[in-house]
C-alpha cells in the first residue's frame, strides 16, 4: 500500500496527489499515514544510524534521512532540500541548574538553514507542491513560515506569497522573507485573520498552501523528535517540552513518536509538554477545562512568533497530549524573556518564543510535575538573530512592563586607558557578585 491522506476526524481517505487541505466529508485535519505494516523491519535504528554522516542526496538531510517516514514515495529528483536539519543537541547543566532540574538538553532547530524549525516542514511541502506541479506556494506566517516558505520556493523556482499582520514581524525574518524574493503581503489584521485569508486565496486562486495544515509540512517536522532520538542513541526521555503557537510541531511530535513506536525504534514515548504564552494560550485554557471548551483568544505577546489566538492544529495537539499524556503550560513575557536572556548568555542563543522551553520546564520543575530526576529535552524553534530588537530593548530595560532582570548592558566609555580600566574592574566586581 503506498501513503494516503487521512482524516482524523471520520476517517476518510484521500490519494496522496489528491489537491486537498482538509476532510471533504467533515473539514477535519489530515494525516498522512504510511504503511507500517510494510515498513516493519525494513525500518530499523541501524538503517537510520548508518546514513549518519552521507554525503548523498537526500540522505545528508536531517529530513530525508528517515524519508521511509517522512515521504517514502517522493522521487529524489523532485526534493528541494538545503539540506535542513542535523542541529546540535546541547548538553546544558548551567542552565539545568537553573530550571531545577538535573538532564536537560536543548534541541537547537535555530541551526536550520533559514534559522528556524520550519525549515524541516517545508523541505517535504515545497517538494510535494512539486510533485503537484505547482508553481505558486502561500502562507500566513508570524514570520518564520514566511522565511522558510520564501528560501524553498525560490530554490524550487516557485513564486512564494506570504502574509503577514503588519508591523508584527521580527525584522530578522521580515527581512529573509524580501530578501529571498517572496512577494510580501502585509494586512491590518493578526495572524489569526491571515490565515483565514490564505485558506480563501489559496482555495479561490489554485495557490498551494503551505501553512502546518499542509500534513506534509508535519511529516518533515516530525523528524526533530528523530533527530533527538538518534542522538539520545535511541534512550526514550522522560520529557520532550516545545513551544506551542499555530500547534503544528506538538503535533506532529505525537505522530512521530507514535510512530516510532508503533515500529519497535522505541519501547515507550516521551511525555510532551506544550508550552504557550500566556497571552495567546487556547491550548492551555482548553487543558484547564480538559478540552471541555475550545477558545479562540485575541493573542497578545511579545514572542511574536507564537501570538497565535486560533491554532490551526488545535485538535492534533490535543490527539498528542491524549497519546504521550501530555501536559500544557503558560509562561509570561517576563518569564519568557528572562530564560531568553539565560539561554543567550549560556552562549547558544534563540528567539523569544524558543525560551518558553525553558521557561516552561522551569514553571513544571518548580510545580512538582517534572521531577528534577527526570531527563529532559527542550525545543529551540528559532535564532537569535531573529529578533534583534527585542534584545537589545530588553537589555537596556527599554520594554514597558517587563525587567531586565539579566540586563547585560551596553557601556558608554570615554576612550581613554583609565576609563576602560575603571569600568572592567567594576564588570569584574559584577560578575563575582553574579
Ligand atoms: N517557535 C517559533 C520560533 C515559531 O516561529 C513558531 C511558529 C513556534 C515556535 C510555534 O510552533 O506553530 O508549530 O506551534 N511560527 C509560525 C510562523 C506560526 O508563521 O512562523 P507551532
Given amino acids: 500500500m503506498q501513503s494516503v491522506l487521512k482524516c482524523i476526524d471520520c476517517g476518510a481517505e484521500y490519494p496522496l496527489d489528491r489537491l486537498v ?71 546544558v547543566p ?27 516542514g517545508m523541505t517535504g511541502g515545497v517538494s510535494q507542491a512539486r510533485r503537484l506541479g505547482m508553481n505558486r506556494v502561500a502562507c500566513a506566517s508570524t514570520g518564520n513560515t514566511s522565511a522558510s516558505l520564501a528560501s524553498y520556493a525560490a530554490r524550487g523556482g516557485m513564486q512564494a506569497i506570504v502574509f503577514f499582520q503588519e508591523g508584527q514581524v521580527a525584522l530578522g525574518k521580515l527581512a529573509q522573507a524580501i530578501a529571498y524574493g517572496a512577494t510580501c503581503i502585509q494586512i491590518p489584521g493578526d495572524f489569526d485573520v ?13 495557490i498551494y498552501l503551505l501553512n502546518s495544515v499542509n500534513p506534509f509540512r508535519l511529516e518533515g517536522q516530525k523528524t526533530i523528535v528523530f533527530e533527538v532520538l538518534q542522538q539520545l542513541r535511541w534512550e526514550v526521555p522522560d520529557w520532550i517540552v516545545v513551544p506551542g503557537g499555530n500547534l503544528g510541531n506538538s503535533s506532529a511530535f505525537g505522530k512521530g513518536l507514535m510512530e516510532l513506536r508503533e515500529l519497535g525504534l522505541i519501547d515507550r514515548l516521551p ?45 492534533k495537539a490535543v490527539r498528542a497530549l491524549h497519546w504521550t499524556d501530555g ?81 547585560n548592558p551596553l557601556l558608554r566609555v570615554e576612550p581613554t586607558l583609565e576609563a576602560v580600566r575603571a569600568v572592567l574592574a567594576e564588570t569584574e566586581s559584577a560578575g563575582r557578585q553574579r
Fill in 21 to 91: 487541505y482538509s476532510c471533504i466529508t467533515c473539514g477535519g485535519l489530515l494525516d498522512v499515514i504510511h504503511d507500517l505494516e510494510a515498513l516493519r523491519g525494513q525500518v530499523t535504528r541501524d538503517l537510520f544510524d548508518a546514513r549518519l554522516g552521507s554525503l548523498e542526496i537526500p540522505y545528508r538531510s536531517g529530513v530525508w534521512r528517515f524519508k521511509e517516514l517522512v515521504y517514502p514515495d517522493m522521487a529524489d529528483d523532485l526534493i528541494v532540500s538545503r539540506p535542513e536539519g542535523n542541529t546540535n543537541l546541547y548538553h
Fill in 271 to 315: 511525555r510532551l509538554a506544550i508550552i504557550q504564552a500566556e497571552g495567546a494560550n487556547p491550548l492551555y485554557r482548553g487543558y484547564r477545562s480538559g478540552f471541555a471548551v475550545h477558545e479562540r483568544v485575541k493573542a497578545k505577546t511579545l514572542a511574536t512568533a507564537i501570538k497565535i489566538g486560533d491554532p490551526v492544529s488545535y485538535d
Fill in 194 to 206: 491571515a490565515m483565514r485569508l490564505v485558506r480563501q486565496v489559496a482555495e479561490s486562486l489554485g
Fill in 94 to 120: 548551567d542552565l539545568a541548574a537553573w530550571a531545577g532540574l538535573r538532564h536537560l538538553w536543548l534541541k537547537h532547530e535555530g541551526e536550520n538553514p533559514t534559522g528556524s524549525f520550519k525549515d524541516r
Fill in 327 to 407: 501536559v500544557v503550560e503558560q509562561v509570561s513575557d517576563q518569564e519568557i524573556l528572562d530564560a531568553k536572556a539565560r539561554i543567550d548568555a549560556s552562549g547558544i542563543g534563540c528567539e523569544p518564543a524558543s525560551a518558553c522551553a525553558l521557561a516552561g520546564a522551569r514553571k513544571l520543575a518548580k510545580a512538582g510535575i517534572i521531577r528534577p530526576s527526570e531527563r529532559v529535552v527542550g525545543v529551540l524553534t528559532g535564532h537569535v538573530l531573529k529578533d534583534p530588537g527585542l534584545i537589545v530593548d530588553y537589555h537596556t530595560n527599554r520594554i514597558e512592563g517587563i525587567h531586565a532582570t539579566y540586563a
